[in-house]
């Protein structure tokens, strides 16, 4: 049986193609079509476009050669958003993140969890001291600690890139809880009323209402700006006593909930102190201690996850060192 031609409107087309466009051959043999070489056609592009394969033209010139389509391929595709053409094997986005690594790479230091219960833990604090006048008497030394934890886990909140219900209104978060801290500096019913109004603010904004009266806040500032470094140290020293102090590893580590929290909240306000703009702080002295208190902070939370005693311990251990080894050389107001 003869073979027949499945394909005629095709073959009728390229003929009519060649009797258009000038068909040449050049001094080293190849044919060409007008401008194109000839042989960057297929033999059978209806059967190659089915089964995905490769023309047999690009074995000769592979820039010829047609992509694979399969999923690694495509992980290996050069990032559009690299700007420089370097490959990425990220995987895709999941849901509630962003496809971009977070500022001072905040997501892989600290999970949301832990800056969200601290804010939750902090505004019931307050909630306890704000009761009176004289309930505030006895704790506004600890107030003003509690309102600039809020700002600068509040600014990690803006710039981190996971989720959490009052994200939105972080920055808004992060100015009451430096409203909180400024007001919180003496004793007084003066002082207690000043106080007092941004944290009910603080609580509207928490529950995600915008408070009336309340100024626009910058999505993002400097820590140093919103930040008192001297009352974040002494947040990070109430983490780093719990640790210490709790009993022996083996009895702190079963209290994993607690170590994990403090670890973790010592290690990003460590970076809080190293990346914000504060007196000292482009000292590489000083940034080399302040970042080696966040890798050993980063340590103890390791050490809690897998059960280590002897490692929470030498984490511990290095924290403590790190801490008397910069206030040796620095003094912080």
Same mark, same amino acid.
């Given at each position: $049986?003869?073979?027949?031609? /499945? #394909?005629?409107?095709?073959?009728? +087309?390229? +003929?009519?193609? =060649?009797?258009?466009?000038?068909? #040449?051959?050049?001094?080293?043999?190849?044919?060409?079509?007008?401008? @194109?070489?000839?042989?960057?056609?297929?033999?059978? &592009?209806?059967?190659?476009?089915?089964?995905?394969?490769?023309?047999?033209?690009?074995v000769?010139?592979p !820039?010829?050669?047609?992509?694979?389509?399969?999923?690694?391929?495509?992980?290996?595709?050069?990032?559009p *958003? !690299?700007?420089?053409?370097?490959?990425?094997?990220?995987?895709?986005?999941?849901?509630?993140?962003?496809?971009?690594?977070?500022?001072?790479?905040?997501?892989? /230091?600290?999970?949301?969890?832990?800056?969200? +219960?601290?804010?939750? *833990?902090?505004?019931?604090?307050? %909630?306890?001291q704000?009761?009176?006048?004289?309930?505030?008497?006895?704790?506004?030394? =600890?107030?003003?600690?509690?309102?600039?934890?809020?700002?600068?886990?509040?600014?990690?909140?803006?710039?981190?890139?996971?989720?959490?219900?009052?994200?939105?209104?972080?920055?808004?978060?992060?100015? /009451?809880?430096m409203?909180?801290?400024d007001?919180?500096?003496?004793?007084?019913?003066? %002082?207690?009323?000043?106080?007092?109004?941004p944290?009910?603010?603080?609580?509207?904004?928490?529950?995600?209402?915008?408070?009336?009266?309340?100024? &626009?806040?910058?999505?993002?500032?400097?820590?140093?700006?919103?930040?008192?470094?001297?009352?974040?140290?002494?947040? $990070?020293?109430?983490?780093?006593?719990?640790?210490?102090?709790?009993? &022996? +590893?083996?009895?702190?580590?079963?209290?994993?909930?607690? %170590?994990?929290? =403090?670890?973790? /909240?010592?290690?990003?306000?460590?970076?809080v102190?190293?990346?914000?703009?504060?007196?000292?702080?482009?000292?590489?002295?000083?940034? %080399?201690?302040?970042?080696?208190?966040?890798?050993?902070?980063?340590?103890?939370?390791?050490? @809690?996850?897998?059960?280590?005693?002897?490692?929470?311990?030498?984490?511990?251990? *290095? @924290?403590q060192? *790190?801490c008397?080894?910069?206030?040796?050389?620095?003094?912080?107001?």
């Amino acid at each position: $049986m003869p073979q027949t031609d /499945l #394909h005629p409107r095709e073959d009728d +087309a390229a +003929a009519g193609l =060649e009797r258009r466009v000038a068909v #040449h051959t050049d001094a080293q043999g190849r044919k060409w079509l007008g401008d @194109v070489p000839y042989d960057v056609f297929f033999d059978d &592009p209806l059967t190659v476009a089915a089964e995905g394969r490769p023309a047999a033209s690009s074995v000769d010139n592979p !820039s010829l050669a047609v992509a694979p389509t399969n999923s690694a391929a495509i992980a290996k595709a050069p990032n559009p *958003r !690299s700007g420089d053409g370097s490959l990425s094997e990220k995987s895709p986005p999941t849901a509630g993140k962003s496809n971009s690594p977070s500022k001072h790479d905040w997501d892989r /230091l600290v999970e949301m969890d832990v800056l969200d +219960a601290e804010v939750k *833990r902090t505004r019931n604090d307050l %909630a306890a001291q704000l009761q009176s006048a004289g309930k505030y008497n006895s704790h506004y030394q =600890e107030i003003a600690v509690a309102g600039a934890t809020l700002a600068a886990v509040a600014e990690i909140v803006a710039e981190h890139a996971g989720s959490v219900s009052w994200k939105n209104n972080a920055p808004l978060v992060r100015d /009451l809880g430096m409203k909180i801290h400024d007001a919180a500096s003496a004793s007084g019913s003066q %002082a207690y009323q000043a106080t007092k109004t941004p944290y009910e603010q603080l609580v509207d904004a928490l529950d995600g209402n915008v408070p009336a009266g309340v100024a &626009p806040s910058q999505p993002q500032r400097d820590f140093a700006e919103v930040a008192s470094r001297g009352a974040v140290m002494k947040r $990070m020293d109430r983490s780093f006593q719990w640790l210490k102090k709790s009993g &022996p +590893a083996k009895q702190v580590l079963r209290k994993a909930g607690n %170590a994990i929290h =403090e670890s973790t /909240l010592l290690a990003a306000l460590g970076r809080v102190i190293a990346v914000g703009h504060y007196d000292s702080a482009d000292d590489p002295k000083y940034k %080399a201690h302040a970042n080696e208190l966040t890798k050993s902070a980063t340590d103890v939370a390791a050490a @809690v996850k897998s059960d280590d005693a002897a490692a929470f311990d030498d984490a511990v251990g *290095r @924290v403590q060192k *790190r801490c008397d080894a910069c206030h040796a050389e620095f003094r912080f107001q």
